[in-house]
């Protein structure tokens, strides 16, 4: 599989931005992203399947969110500042 070069600036500019959120407003955002993955499910069964590259792209970013704020523990836990 080939990578793609815009798709992994998104990314990259994705995780700066999850890097600089606050603990609260990480959490915030891995409800919203499990509140859309929950609606993406209930649409495709009951036929309404929008795009199917959705159903990865959002629980990839849920796996984003999640390392981030792990990684934020960690940090706080050693006392290293950001």
């Known amino acids: 599989m080939a990578s793609n070069y815009y798709g992994s600036q998104?990314?990259?500019?994705?995780?700066?931005k999850y890097r600089?959120?606050?603990e609260?407003?990480?959490?915030a955002q891995a409800v919203?992203?499990?509140?859309?993955?929950f609606s993406l499910r209930l649409q495709?069964?009951?036929?309404?399947a929008a795009k199917p590259d959705q159903f990865?792209?959002?629980r990839k970013n849920i796996a984003r969110l999640k390392t981030v704020?792990?990684?934020a523990r960690a940090a706080a836990a050693t006392g290293v500042k950001k």
């Open 44 to 48: 495709r069964a009951t036929g309404q």
């Open 20 to 22: 600089q959120m606050s």
């Open 32 to 37: 919203k992203g499990r509140r859309e993955q």
């Open 56 to 58: 990865g792209k959002a």
């Open 24 to 27: 609260a407003e990480l959490r």
């Open 69 to 71: 704020q792990r990684a």
């Open 10 to 16: 998104v990314v990259k500019k994705q995780l700066a």
